[in-house]
């Protein structure tokens, strides 16, 4: 399989290194570099991990075209990541939603690059990075430019890293820009159309092949659904991958149906939990904190069986354009941190979610209100289960050494996109698609329409109790009105109800307090303390039981017990 690694010598460590000096590269074995008549070289991956001659040529012979020449991925919404060197300057770059993976270690004057984590480990050297787990126990997610190893960063997504003797500097590579939008009837005609275009990109297949859906039964897979009826006429196959009550398989079936789409139906269980979790870590070398990781696998594995080549996801709409229930108290945080602290506080010990515990007492304005409701383990539940050194970790914030954007509502979307879609949604996604050797693409967080969301003022995204108010709008005439007027709290996979039953034995196992001990991150009996209130019914922490799962088999794979990683 194709890669994208190599290392960059530099000749001293970052504090001895003479501005001007020299700097040399030895791309990895896997890597194919190209060349177009002179000295710069580049490699490209596109969806799927594909290597990409004819792209990776064009980027040789203009190194700073990446946008234009990455232009069809950037319309559909599809993962890529790639490498340009010139002039003794390494540029690596990303797509702007996680779905391509690129690490880089600086050690000893010089700089190694892979897209897969392991190329960079150092068996029997590798220590966690305590930040990123104590980010890992409050939000099941892993933030943007940081992985759980010390010694490894992430490219954070939708950035460039530009590496020389002189150092390593890092720039946007797709900005979204601080310009207000226009008017709301203009906006909404530029959504409509451009959404239109970004399905229209993603279905750009031979006309005969067919094309894969992700299709839930909700609002944003049902007007894909339609958009690309719109955009061919050639084979659309829907994959509907829900638990055995899902209350979205009818509608998924009607929406299949009337635009013509083959319809698969999955009914998922504990033993698909059981059986993925291991291929859940191997793909994305992280912890799935996320459960819906479990659908991803079987649908993707499905889609591989059929023989299908590209597949269509909703995923990334709720992030860009305001559709998460968290979203609905946005308008409020300005107002709400206006308030003294001790009000805030004495709200919060009334609030019964521990995330809307967390937002009201939240520090630092605003921005770490809304970034507190991305919380699924409140700080009182938190410092219950911390053990070891995890006792001295602070969270890592994304936008540390960065800033926010000016705007209320463009500070917002940056929080989204870094606190979820970057750092769990996009990863894990990507990942496992490609590991069935599938391209994943997402039309609805295309770049034109993370620009678009980029522009609008927060009342266009939510209003009351209706979140992605003029995305509704604007695909109103794709969506039957049962889908429009349905009351739906999106997808879920029912962990949570596993996990008091045919998954317990498995959880028990993976959180045996010999396996915690070893992290040095929790109290030795606290997962099984937590499993134990989850199965009496005293609480549910089926999605923080679920995570550490993941986390104890990804640790297993990267800290073997016995003998290097």
């Given at each position: 399989?194709?890669?994208?690694?190599?290392?960059?010598r530099?000749?001293?460590?970052?504090?001895?290194?003479?501005?001007?000096?020299?700097?040399?590269?030895?791309?990895g074995?896997?890597?194919?570099?190209?060349?177009?008549?002179?000295?710069?070289?580049?490699?490209?991956?596109?969806?799927?991990?594909?290597?990409?001659?004819?792209?990776?040529?064009?980027?040789?012979?203009w190194?700073?075209?990446?946008?234009?020449?990455?232009?069809?991925?950037?319309?559909?919404?599809?993962?890529f990541?790639?490498?340009?060197?010139?002039?003794?300057?390494?540029?690596?770059?990303?797509?702007?939603?996680?779905?391509?993976?690129?690490?880089?270690r600086?050690?000893?004057?010089?700089?190694?690059?892979?897209?897969?984590?392991?190329?960079?480990?150092?068996?029997?050297?590798?220590?966690?990075?305590?930040?990123?787990?104590?980010?890992?126990l409050?939000?099941?997610?892993?933030?943007?430019?940081?992985?759980?190893?010390?010694?490894?960063?992430?490219?954070?997504?939708?950035?460039?890293?530009?590496i020389?003797?002189?150092?390593?500097?890092?720039?946007?590579?797709?900005?979204?820009?601080?310009?207000?939008?226009?008017?709301?009837g203009?906006?909404?005609?530029?959504?409509?159309?451009?959404?239109?275009?970004?399905?229209?990109?993603?279905a750009?297949?031979?006309?005969?092949e067919?094309?894969?859906?992700?299709?839930?039964?909700?609002?944003?897979?049902?007007?894909?659904?339609?958009?690309?009826?719109?955009?061919?006429?050639?084979?659309?196959v829907?994959?509907?991958?829900?638990?055995?009550?899902?209350?979205d398989?009818?509608?998924?079936?009607?929406?299949?149906?009337?635009?013509?789409?083959?319809?698969?139906?999955?009914?998922?269980?504990?033993?698909?939990?059981?059986?993925?979790?291991?291929?859940?870590?191997?793909?994305?070398?992280?912890?799935?904190?996320?459960?819906s990781?479990?659908?991803?696998?079987?649908?993707?594995?499905?889609?591989?069986?059929?023989?299908?080549?590209?597949?269509?996801?909703?995923?990334?709409?709720?992030?860009?354009?305001?559709?998460?229930?968290?979203?609905?108290?946005?308008?409020?945080?300005?107002?709400?941190?206006?308030?003294?602290?001790?009000?805030r506080?004495?709200?919060?010990?009334?609030?019964?979610?521990?995330?809307?515990?967390?937002?009201?007492?939240?520090q630092?304005?605003?921005?770490?209100?809304?970034?507190?409701?991305?919380?699924?383990?409140?700080?009182e539940?938190?410092?219950?289960?911390?053990g070891?050194?995890?006792?001295?970790?602070?969270?890592?914030?994304?936008?540390?050494?960065?800033?926010?954007?000016?705007r209320?509502?463009?500070?917002?979307?940056?929080?989204?996109?870094?606190?979820?879609?970057?750092?769990a949604?996009?990863?894990?996604?990507?990942?496992?698609?490609a590991?069935?050797?599938?391209?994943?693409?997402?039309?609805?967080?295309?770049?034109?329409?993370?620009?678009l969301?980029?522009?609008?003022?927060?009342?266009?995204?939510?209003a009351?109790?209706?979140?992605k108010?003029?995305?509704?709008?604007a695909?109103?005439?794709?969506?039957?009105?049962?889908?429009?007027?349905?009351?739906?709290?999106?997808f879920?996979?029912?962990?949570?109800?596993?996990?008091?039953?045919?998954?317990?034995?498995?959880?028990?196992?993976?959180l045996?307090?010999?396996?915690?001990?070893?992290?040095?991150?929790l109290?030795?009996?606290?997962?099984?303390r937590?499993?134990?209130?989850?199965?009496?019914?005293?609480?549910?922490?089926?999605?923080?039981?679920?995570?550490?799962?993941?986390?104890?088999?990804?640790?297993?794979?990267?800290?073997?017990?016995?003998?290097?990683?």
């Amino acid at each position: 399989m194709a890669s994208l690694s190599g290392v960059l010598r530099l000749g001293a460590s970052p504090g001895e290194r003479p501005a001007g000096g020299s700097a040399l590269l030895a791309w990895g074995e896997g890597s194919s570099p190209f060349q177009a008549g002179g000295e710069a070289q580049a490699v490209v991956l596109g969806p799927a991990r594909q290597p990409r001659g004819d792209l990776a040529r064009a980027l040789a012979a203009w190194p700073g075209g990446a946008e234009t020449i990455l232009r069809p991925f950037l319309q559909a919404g599809m993962g890529f990541a790639f490498a340009v060197w010139e002039g003794g300057r390494l540029t690596l770059g990303a797509d702007p939603w996680g779905l391509q993976t690129l690490y880089y270690r600086e050690a000893g004057g010089q700089l190694g690059f892979s897209d897969r984590l392991a190329d960079l480990t150092r068996p029997g050297e590798e220590k966690l990075h305590l930040a990123s787990c104590e980010h890992f126990l409050r939000y099941l997610s892993i933030p943007p430019g940081r992985t759980l190893l010390g010694g490894v960063r992430r490219l954070p997504p939708g950035e460039q890293l530009v590496i020389s003797s002189d150092g390593v500097t890092s720039q946007p590579f797709i900005p979204l820009g601080d310009e207000p939008a226009g008017g709301r009837g203009e906006a909404r005609r530029q959504l409509r159309q451009t959404a239109g275009e970004a399905a229209a990109a993603a279905a750009d297949l031979p006309p005969g092949e067919p094309i894969g859906l992700l299709l839930s039964g909700g609002m944003d897979s049902t007007a894909l659904l339609a958009l690309l009826r719109e955009a061919r006429q050639g084979p659309i196959v829907a994959i509907h991958a829900g638990a055995g009550d899902s209350p979205d398989r009818g509608f998924a079936r009607a929406m299949a149906e009337r635009h013509g789409a083959e319809f698969l139906d999955l009914t998922l269980t504990a033993e698909d939990a059981r059986e993925s979790l291991g291929w859940i870590v191997s793909s994305m070398e992280a912890p799935g904190g996320n459960a819906s990781a479990v659908a991803n696998c079987r649908a993707f594995a499905l889609a591989r069986e059929r023989g299908l080549r590209r597949v269509v996801s909703g995923l990334g709409a709720d992030e860009v354009f305001g559709g998460h229930r968290k979203h609905l108290l946005a308008p409020w945080w300005p107002w709400l941190g206006r308030l003294p602290l001790f009000i805030r506080q004495a709200l919060a010990r009334r609030a019964s979610h521990p995330s809307l515990r967390e937002a009201l007492a939240a520090q630092g304005g605003p921005l770490e209100m809304h970034r507190a409701m991305y919380a699924l383990m409140g700080e009182e539940e938190a410092a219950r289960l911390r053990g070891g050194l995890a006792r001295f970790a602070q969270v890592v914030r994304p936008e540390d050494g960065r800033g926010n954007p000016s705007r209320y509502p463009l500070a917002l979307l940056q929080v989204d996109l870094d606190q979820w879609l970057r750092a769990a949604l996009g990863p894990m996604a990507g990942t496992l698609a490609a590991a069935d050797g599938l391209e994943l693409a997402l039309p609805l967080a295309s770049a034109p329409m993370l620009r678009l969301s980029a522009s609008m003022p927060l009342s266009w995204k939510v209003a009351g109790y209706t979140g992605k108010r003029l995305l509704r709008e604007a695909l109103r005439d794709f969506l039957p009105r049962e889908i429009l007027d349905r009351s739906r709290k999106g997808f879920t996979v029912p962990v949570a109800e596993w996990l008091r039953g045919e998954l317990a034995g498995t959880a028990r196992e993976l959180l045996a307090p010999g396996k915690v001990e070893r992290w040095c991150l929790l109290e030795r009996e606290g997962p099984l303390r937590l499993l134990g209130e989850h199965v009496s019914g005293r609480a549910d922490w089926g999605l923080a039981l679920w995570g550490w799962m993941t986390f104890s088999a990804w640790y297993d794979r990267f800290f073997p017990a016995e003998g290097g990683m």
